[in-house]
C-alpha cells in the first residue's frame, strides 16, 4: 500500500471510529420516530404486508433494511423476523430492542459508504477536468473529511433515517454517472449511466426530498460534459436526435400508465397520519421543472443518448418493488402506493400552505446554521465563475448553484436531522466548484488560496459538531428518551397487530409495573441474551424464549400461562423457557442411502431408529444464579440440587407450581426431555 492509499485508510479508519462512537453514545429508545418506525415496519414486510410509513416514501431504506433483516435472522442474529415472532415472546420488547439496534448499526457503515461514494466520484471530477488536483493525498485527504465530518453525520450515526438512505442512492448515482463520462466505450458508458438514472430514482423513492437533489446531478453531470474531457463515445452518437428522442418518449410511456393507475391506489392507514387527501400537486410541477433543464440542455446539445439511458435505469428501478416482496401482488400495491405518494400527495414540505418564501426563510435558517460553509461556497463559485471559459459552462455553473440553493431551501425543516441534507450536498458543490477552479488556477499562491479555503470549511463543521451532544439533549429532550413508543404501534394500519400483541401481554393488574421490567430486560438485550446462550448451551434460543421473572409475565410461547408469584430473591431475572425443538435432522437422505447399498447394517439402523431427543444441558458461571422450576411432583433432575423456592403459574385449568433446582456455580448438569414437560423454564439472576 502506497503512502497515498495508507493516508485515505487511516482518514476513513478516523470517520469509522468517529460514527461508531456517536452511534454507541445513546440506546436504542433515544429516538423512536423513525428507529421504531422503520423496525415496527420492518416486521410488517416481513410477514407479508405493506409498511405503513410510506410518506417519504422510504423505499429504497426499506429495501436495504428488509433483506439484511432476513439474512440477520437466518444467521441468528436476530429473534424477530416477523409479527408472529413477536407474539411468540413472553417480553415482545426485548426483541423489539434488539431489532432497532440491528437497524440502526447500519447507519454508521452507510455514512462510511456515502463519504466514500462521494469521495470516489470527485477523485473521477478531478481526473475529468484534466489537471488532476486530487492526485496530490493531503489535498484528497482533506476533502474526505470534508465530507464526512459535520454535525449531520454525528447526528444521523445514532438514527434510523430514510434521507440517509436516499443520501446514499444520490451519492452512488454521482459517483456512476461521473464514472459513465469518462468510460472509453458507449456500451459501457450508456450501464453506467442507466445505473445513475436507476439510483437517482431510488434517491427520490426513498426520500421525496431529493426530487431537487437529483436534478441538480443531472446539470452537474451536464456540466462536466461541457467543460471536462469526457471520453467516452456515447455523448457524439446520434446528434441529430431524433431516434433516441422517440425512444426516451416510448419510456415514459409506462411512467404515464403506472402514474394512471396509482391515481386510485389504496394507501394504508398508517400514511393518514400525515396525508389527508391526494391531488396533483407541487411534488409534480416540480418533477416537471426539475427536468425540464436538463431536457432542454439535451436538446440543446443534441445529447439525447445520455438522457435516455438515464432514463432507462430510472423507470427499471421501480421493479424492485418486487424484489423487497415475496409475493408480486404485493409488490405492485407498493409500487402503486409510492408511486402515488410521490405524485399525488397533496403538500411538499407544506409549500401550498405557506408560499414560496419559506423557501428563502429556510434557506436563511440554514445558512445561519452553518455561516462557515456557506461563506467559503460562495467564495469558490466567485473562483470557479472567474475559471471557467464560455458562457454554456457559466450559465450551467449558475444553472447548478440555483437547484442547489432551491434544494436546500426545500427539503429542509428547523431541525437538527435535517441537517443532511445541507452540509453533504453543500460540500460535494463547494469541492466541484475547487476542481473547477483549481483546473485553470496556475499560480501556486492560487492553489493553495483554494485548498485554504476547503480547510476553513472544515474547521466550522469541525467546531459546529464539537457542540452536538449539548444541542441534541436541548432540543430533544422531550421528543427523545421514551421508551414506551415501543409498547405499541405508531400508526394506525399494521402496527395496530403489534398494539394489540403487546397489549394482550401486559399485567392488567399492573401495567405500569409490567412496563417498567418489561423496558428494564430490553435496556439489556443483549446481556440477556449472552447469559441466556451461556446457560442453556445445546438449544437453539433467541428473544422469543425470554421473559422477566415478575409476577403478571406470561410464559414465553404460551398465551395462557402467566408467572403468579415469584420468590423474591429471583425477581426481575431473566425466564428463558425451552422451547419444543425436533431431533437433529439425519445426515443423509434413506432413499439415496438405500440406492446406494452401501453398509446395509449401518443403513437399516439409520433408517429405522428413531433419533434421540436431546437433553436439556445447563451450563454455571460464578456470577450466575442459575435455577430450573419443574412442576411439582417431577422426579429429582440428576446433578441439580433441590431448592425452597417455588413459583406458582396460573393457567386455564389452574394455578401450577413448580418447584426449584438450582445448578451449582461451576457446575454443569443435564436434563431428560421427559421432564420438562409441563411448563418448565429455567431462571437466569446476575450476582453481581
Excluded at 476533502?143 to 454525528?154: N, Q, S
Excluded at 464560455?390 to 431541525?415: C, I, K, Y
Aim: with cysteine.
Amino acid at each position: 500500500m502506497g503512502r497515498p492509499s495508507l493516508a485515505l485508510a487511516v482518514v476513513v479508519a478516523l470517520l469509522v471510529l468517529l460514527y461508531q462512537r456517536a452511534a454507541a453514545a445513546v440506546p436504542f429508545y433515544f429516538m423512536w420516530d423513525m428507529d421504531w418506525t422503520t423496525a415496527l415496519d420492518c416486521l410488517v414486510i416481513q410477514g407479508g404486508g405493506l409498511p405503513d410509513h410510506v410518506n417519504h416514501t422510504s423505499f429504497g431504506m426499506y429495501l436495504v433494511l428488509a433483506w439484511t433483516h432476513r439474512l440477520a435472522h437466518a444467521a441468528g442474529r436476530v429473534s424477530f423476523l416477523d409479527l408472529t415472532d413477536a407474539a411468540a415472546a413472553g417480553n415482545p420488547l426485548a426483541g423489539a430492542a434488539e431489532l432497532t439496534d440491528l437497524l440502526r448499526a447500519h447507519s454508521p457503515l452507510v455514512l462510511v459508504a456515502i463519504v466514500l461514494a462521494q469521495a470516489a466520484a470527485l477523485r473521477g471530477v478531478s481526473r475529468l477536468l484534466g489537471r488532476d488536483p486530487l492526485r496530490a493525498w493531503p489535498l484528497l485527504g482533506l476533502v474526505v473529511l470534508l465530507l464526512g465530518v459535520h454535525e449531520a453525520a454525528l447526528y444521523q450515526a445514532m438514527l434510523v433515517r430514510s434521507e440517509l438512505y436516499s443520501l446514499l442512492f444520490w451519492s452512488l448515482a454521482l459517483a456512476a454517472g461521473v464514472a459513465g463520462l469518462r468510460a472509453r466505450s458507449a456500451r459501457t458508458s450508456a450501464l453506467r449511466l442507466g445505473l445513475c438514472g436507476g439510483l437517482l430514482a431510488l434517491a427520490w423513492m426513498t426520500k421525496l426530498q431529493a426530487l431537487v437533489l437529483v436534478a441538480w446531478l443531472v446539470v452537474l453531470l451536464a456540466l462536466l460534459a461541457t467543460v471536462g474531457r469526457a471520453r467516452t463515445p456515447l455523448l457524439r452518437l446520434e446528434r441529430a436526435g431524433g431516434q433516441p428522442l422517440a425512444r426516451g418518449l416510448a419510456l415514459l410511456a409506462p411512467v404515464a400508465l403506472l402514474a394512471a393507475a396509482a391515481r386510485g391506489a389504496h394507501v394504508p392507514p398508517g400514511a393518514a397520519a400525515f396525508v389527508a387527501r391526494y391531488q396533483p400537486n407541487s411534488a409534480l410541477l416540480l418533477l416537471l421543472g426539475a427536468f425540464a433543464a436538463p431536457l432542454a440542455l439535451a436538446l440543446a446539445r443534441r445529447r439525447l443518448v445520455a438522457l435516455e439511458a438515464l432514463l432507462v435505469g430510472a423507470v427499471g428501478a421501480g421493479l424492485l418493488h418486487f424484489a423487497l416482496h415475496a409475493d408480486p401482488r404485493t409488490g405492485w400495491a407498493h409500487l402503486l402506493v409510492d408511486a402515488k405518494m410521490l405524485l399525488y400527495r397533496t403538500n411538499y414540505q407544506t409549500l401550498e400552505h405557506t408560499g414560496p418564501w419559506l423557501v428563502v426563510d429556510r434557506l436563511e435558517a440554514a445558512a445561519a446554521g452553518a455561516p462557515g460553509a456557506f461563506v467559503v461556497h460562495a467564495g469558490l463559485l466567485a473562483l470557479a465563475l472567474r475559471a471557467v471559459r464560455g458562457w454554456r459552462a457559466r450559465a450551467l455553473v449558475l444553472a447548478a448553484e440555483a437547484l442547489l440553493l432551491a434544494h436546500v431551501g426545500l427539503a429542509t425543516r428547523d431541525v437538527l436531522r435535517d441537517g443532511l441534507w445541507v452540509l453533504p450536498p453543500l460540500a460535494v458543490g463547494s469541492v466541484v466548484l475547487a476542481l473547477l477552479a483549481l483546473s485553470r488556477l496556475r499560480a501556486p499562491l492560487q492553489a493553495a488560496g483554494v485548498a485554504a479555503l476547503l480547510a476553513l470549511a472544515l474547521l466550522s463543521q469541525a467546531r459546529q459538531a464539537a457542540t452536538l451532544p449539548a444541542r441534541l439533549h436541548a432540543h430533544y429532550v422531550d421528543y427523545g428518551w421514551r421508551i414506551a413508543p415501543w409498547l405499541g404501534g405508531v400508526y394506525d394500519g399494521a402496527h395496530r397487530s403489534y398494539s394489540a400483541l403487546v397489549a394482550a401481554k401486559a399485567d392488567p393488574a399492573a401495567p405500569a409495573r409490567w412496563a417498567g421490567a418489561a423496558a428494564a430486560q430490553a435496556h439489556r438485550w443483549a446481556e440477556t441474551r449472552r447469559d441466556a446462550r451461556h446457560v442453556l448451551v445445546n438449544q437453539p434460543h433467541d428473544l422469543r424464549d425470554v421473559t422477566v421473572a415478575e409476577a403478571g409475565f406470561l410464559l414465553p410461547h404460551d398465551p395462557a400461562a402467566r408467572l403468579a408469584v415469584v420468590p423474591e430473591g429471583l425477581r426481575g431475572a431473566t425466564v428463558v423457557r425451552p422451547r419444543a425443538w425436533t431431533p437433529t435432522a439425519r445426515r443423509f437422505d434413506p432413499e439415496s442411502l438405500r440406492r446406494m447399498r452401501l453398509y446395509p447394517e449401518w443403513h437399516a439402523r439409520v433408517v429405522t431408529d428413531p433419533p434421540a431427543v436431546p437433553r436439556l444441558a445447563l451450563l454455571g458461571r460464578p456470577d450466575l444464579d442459575v435455577v430450573l422450576f419443574l412442576p411439582a411432583g417431577a422426579p429429582d433432575p440428576a446433578g441439580l440440587v433441590g431448592g425452597p423456592e417455588q413459583v406458582e403459574v396460573l393457567t386455564p385449568d389452574g394455578p401450577v407450581l413448580l418447584r426449584a433446582f438450582r445448578l451449582d456455580d461451576l457446575g454443569y448438569g443435564e436434563v431428560d426431555a421427559p421432564l420438562l414437560e409441563g411448563g418448565a423454564f429455567v431462571v437466569v439472576k446476575r450476582r453481581f
